[in-house]
């Protein structure tokens, strides 16, 4: 059966879409909430940080109680308070009030995505990891394309619709997973959770340099992206004059340059040596984001160069991204799910940084967001230089 159709594979994905989807799904609202809610876009701007803050803090517990009551006990409580949120911030009518659901959202809604991480890993090896991995980041990447366009459309009724929406997909994920991913730790193997026993465990992730030189480099080269999501409405609509239900022209192709690089990684697992695929997602993302650099600062905003650079960075970031994950993952076979935890963190750490300080700094014109997206890059390709995995 191909890994398209696998149900398992498919229910993986969606726990992983998630965040996206709570993320992107809004953005082509800011201008309409601000002005129904009387507060400024900024305002709107940080409860994505309000979102983001208490998602990337909870990423540290997710895995832990997954390894101590089990990967589906986990998601299904986190799905459920992300659920009820998700009905809260249909009702808010203040801002404060929508900063609210949106943190309550965030600390359920990583469940799901610490939980798919770690299964791939306990129901995969080998080769066949790294294509599953691979096939669960061409799924995932559909999220950022069709979520501003799905938010877009629910425009049409009421910005209320997105949130909705947001409700039936986290009940939609948690009876998937429910019901079709078997639980992948036994009862045996669970590790008793435990405040001290997870910061014993957390402190072996840390003085483990390879991991945590992954996790950096990986890190870096998601949050290099993200600059462009996050400040995706000035971004389109600002500089480069496209309209609210516009947003389909930035992440349909960036998207699709992650899944041309997820399916480059996923034809070569098994084929060709994983170090000379990483090294080419790196070798490849550099001239991209140079050349981006260039071109803004010395031309004129183009929409089809603008995007373009970030498409093409992203063929060779979602090249890189599988392997740099298994690789990671395998550092704690014994706690597969407190690394997938610690590997989450790093990145929305980094995400999360981006979007309260970087973006609001970058976002004056394009050459201040490219940057940004080759400063990030530079540190990615840094740290994963210091790596085994890099060397041959």
Avoid at 135 to 150: E, K, R, S
Avoid at 216 to 223: M, P, R, T
């Amino acid at each position: 059966m191909s890994l398209f159709l696998n149900p398992k594979v498919i229910t993986l994905a969606a726990l992983s879409s998630l965040a996206p989807f709570a993320i992107d799904t809004y953005l082509p609202a800011f201008h309409i909430i601000s002005k129904d809610l009387l507060t400024s876009p900024q305002g709107i701007q940080q409860s994505l940080t309000f979102y983001l803050l208490p998602y990337t803090v909870m990423l540290l517990f997710h895995g832990p109680i997954s390894d101590s009551i089990g990967r589906i006990k986990t998601l299904q409580w986190g799905l459920v308070l992300f659920f009820l949120a998700s009905l809260g911030c249909i009702f808010s009518t203040t801002i404060e009030s929508l900063w609210f659901f949106r943190a309550l959202q965030g600390i359920g809604g990583g469940a799901g995505s610490v939980v798919a991480r770690a299964m791939v890993r306990d129901l995969y090896h080998g080769a066949e990891a790294q294509r599953v991995m691979a096939t669960v980041q061409i799924l995932f990447g559909i999220a950022p394309a069709i979520a501003p366009m799905i938010g877009g459309l629910l425009l049409g009724i009421h910005w209320q619709a997105i949130f909705v929406f947001l409700a039936a997909y986290s009940a939609i994920a948690m009876v998937m997973g429910s019901t079709i991913l078997p639980e992948t730790i036994k009862q045996k193997m669970r590790v008793p959770f435990s405040i001290g026993g997870s910061i014993k465990r957390y402190k072996s992730l840390i003085l483990n340099k390879e991991f945590i030189l992954l996790v950096i480099s990986v890190s870096s080269n998601f949050a290099a992206f993200f600059i462009y999501v996050l400040a995706s409405p000035i971004f389109l609509i600002d500089h480069l004059g496209f309209t609210s239900q516009q947003f389909g022209y930035l992440f349909i192709p960036t998207v699709t340059g992650m899944m041309l690089g997820s399916l480059i990684v996923k034809k070569a697992a098994g084929n060709i040596d994983s170090k000379l695929v990483l090294k080419f997602g790196y070798y490849w993302m550099f001239i991209i984001s140079l050349c981006n650099l260039i071109f803004c600062f010395f031309m004129t905003n183009d929409a089809l160069y603008n995007i373009g650079f970030i498409a093409l960075y992203n063929i060779g970031m979602a090249s890189a991204m599988p392997i740099i994950s298994i690789a990671s993952l395998d550092c704690f076979p014994k706690i597969r799910g407190t690394a997938a935890s610690g590997q989450a963190f790093m990145q929305m750490l980094f995400s999360t940084v981006v979007a309260g300080l970087l973006v609001p700094i970058l976002w004056f014109s394009t050459f201040g967001l490219s940057v940004g997206l080759f400063f990030l890059l530079c540190i990615g390709l840094f740290t994963i230089s210091k790596t085994k995995l890099w060397k041959i």
